[in-house]
């Protein structure tokens, strides 16, 4: 016979004085009692009993809702770990760093630390260093919530190629891609229009490596393929490894005659993504916004002068992302019904991927490269070059009038 409201709550009443007094094995037993009583969810019937039975106010040291036990000095809350000094110094590493997340942050603090402590960026005492290696991904986030929420953000017809040259270029999916060595590109373009496709404008080219995500970006006048071919070939002039392959989108600027003819003389690999699947050019498609779009935003680049800077910019963004912007990339992903579980690599920069590939023949040259660059210095670098292309795009800005058809401007 099922007990009346009361009699649930007397029985509550009574095995809670028991459960504060018993032992781990003895408090399951006395849960499993209750539930089978009063016919109450599990996690219910612990609460009721943490509770003496019944549901109470807030106490001091207690959970919401509990009643703290009579005689029982109430748990005090643990001391901070992470003081005022390791926040400001964490506040001024994420900022040197370009303000990644925590995980990508924590796995490199250990190798970053030391770097802009030897170009004086930053004075640590023994107690704050050691704190900032050991901070957990979780922790920097939580300490860093408040100064994300004020620094957020609010989000703001082309030629076809040759249809028988798309035939002779094989289609790799997102599955299908290779990254067991360096040297697999995909290779994207990157508008800067400022939202208004009319006329001409720079475009910045994005070649990304598969293996150790190494990333290289270079401006052009326009997306002729002419300006694309030959950054391209800049591009790969410098690059830390040998070029193998290329994939990019089906624009015409990457499927013509000429880029197709280059690959085949000198033995690369050339595929292309299936039409409107962005997916299987991911890789380069999420540089074309952490690399290209934070650095120069959305806003219309069309002068001699703002390709300049733009390059220059490059210049400096190509040794600060790829020796000191971990990234985190996927190992596998497997659905369970309806849910999809990821497994990530900890977070390593391009530079230290490849340093760790048994192949790599510039090895020593990236080392020496690395021992003398100052990440806060090429951060400051790019900060200034940032206001001057934001200037110059804001100068020449001009708002327009909208005018009626037929309409003719006279002198009155």
Not at 28 to 47: E, F, H, K, M, P
Not at 312 to 337: D, E, H, I, S
Request: proline share 6%; charged share 25%; net charge positive.
């Amino acid at each position: 016979m099922a007990l009346t409201m009361s009699e649930k709550k007397a029985v509550t009443t009574e095995l809670a004085r028991n459960y504060r007094r018993a032992g781990k094995s003895a408090k399951a037993a006395i849960i499993d009692q209750v539930v089978s009583l009063t016919g109450y969810n599990r996690s219910y019937v612990t609460w009721l009993l943490r509770g003496g039975g019944r549901p109470g106010e807030v106490s001091p040291g207690y959970g919401p809702g509990l009643v703290a036990e009579q005689g029982r000095r109430p748990v005090r809350a643990r001391p901070r770990v992470y003081d005022e000094r390791v926040l400001v110094a964490l506040k001024r590493v994420w900022w040197i760093a370009d303000c990644i997340c925590g995980k990508r942050l924590a796995p490199f603090l250990p190798e970053l630390l030391p770097v802009l402590e030897r170009h004086e960026e930053l004075v640590l005492d023994s107690q704050t260093r050691s704190r900032l290696q050991a901070i957990s991904a979780a922790t920097i986030d939580r300490l860093l919530a408040d100064e994300k929420r004020q620094q957020r953000l609010i989000d703001p017809a082309r030629p076809r190629p040759d249809g028988a040259l798309l035939r002779q270029i094989p289609i790799v999916t997102h599955t299908e891609r290779r990254a067991d060595r360096p040297g697999y590109v995909q290779v994207d373009l990157v508008a800067h229009d400022g939202g208004c496709a009319a006329g001409e404008y720079c475009q910045t080219l994005d070649v990304t490596d598969l293996f150790s995500s190494w990333t290289e970006v270079q401006a052009v006048r326009n997306k002729a393929h002419h300006w694309t071919f030959a950054a391209l070939r800049e591009i790969r002039g410098r690059l830390p490894f040998k070029l193998l392959g290329i994939h990019s989108d089906n624009g015409p600027e990457f499927i013509n005659r000429a880029l197709y003819r280059y690959c085949w003389k000198h033995g690369l690999a050339f595929s292309r993504s299936r039409p409107y699947q962005k997916n299987d050019n991911c890789c380069v498609e999420q540089k074309n916004y952490t690399v290209v779009r934070r650095a120069t935003g959305y806003l219309r680049y069309e002068t001699r002068q703002q390709l300049l800077l733009l390059n220059r910019l490059y210049g400096l963004l190509r040794p600060y992302t790829n020796f000191f912007q971990p990234v985190v990339k996927l190992m596998t992903k497997t659905r369970v019904g309806s849910r999809v579980h990821k497994r990530y690599e900890p977070a390593r920069t391009p530079y230290q991927r490849l340093l760790a590939w048994e192949g790599l023949e510039s090895k020593a040259r990236l080392e020496a490269e690395y021992r003398v660059l100052n990440p806060a210095e090429l951060k400051r670098g790019c900060e200034k070059l940032q206001r001057q292309l934001l200037k110059q795009a804001v100068d020449q800005a001009v708002p327009t009038q909208a005018v009626p058809a037929g309409h003719c401007w006279s002198q009155e």
